[in-house]
């Protein structure tokens, strides 16, 4: 039982720390575009294994609402950090709750195991 437990605090703790995201509770402004709002956000990668990151704009229900962005899919090294801006429109504003990131990994081999991780931003 206490292995059980010991191994489950390990892995836990590994994906929690996959990869960060700031700010944690991110606010939209106008931007230079009419009818369109602005938030600037930066990513961290603490996972050697993983390159690529793809942004999410969702609902509280989890749903996605349409964004644009300087970058939908993020290349970023081991140990380096990207800052990138979300654009949504104003009138779905209100319905925008998550700004989330999830680690993609493209590698085609079938005997690798993958741990994917979400971290999200809730909004202010």
Same mark, same amino acid.
């Given at each position: 039982m206490r292995l059980l437990l010991t191994l489950i605090f390990i892995f836990s703790f590994t994906n929690s720390f996959a990869h960060e995201m700031t700010p944690a509770y991110p606010k939209f402004s106008n931007s230079y575009i009419n009818n369109v709002s602005t938030t600037k956000m930066k990513l961290f990668n603490k996972r050697e294994d993983i390159s690529y990151y793809k942004v999410e704009v969702?609902?509280? &229900?989890?749903?996605?609402?349409?964004?644009?962005? %300087? $970058? *939908? /899919?993020? !290349?970023?090294?081991?140990? !380096? %950090? /990207?800052?990138? &801006?979300?654009?949504?429109?104003?009138?779905?504003?209100?319905?925008?709750?998550?700004?989330?990131?999830?680690?993609? $990994?493209? !590698?085609?081999?079938? *005997?690798?195991?993958?741990?994917?991780?979400?971290?999200?931003?809730?909004?202010d």
């Open positions: 969702l609902t509280n &229900d989890w749903k996605p609402i349409a964004f644009a962005s %300087t $970058n *939908k /899919i993020i !290349k970023l090294g081991y140990n !380096k %950090t /990207i800052l990138f &801006d979300v654009y949504v429109q104003t009138k779905d504003i209100k319905h925008v709750v998550y700004i989330c990131t999830v680690s993609k $990994n493209f !590698k085609q081999e079938k *005997k690798v195991t993958l741990v994917a991780s979400r971290i999200c931003s809730k909004i």
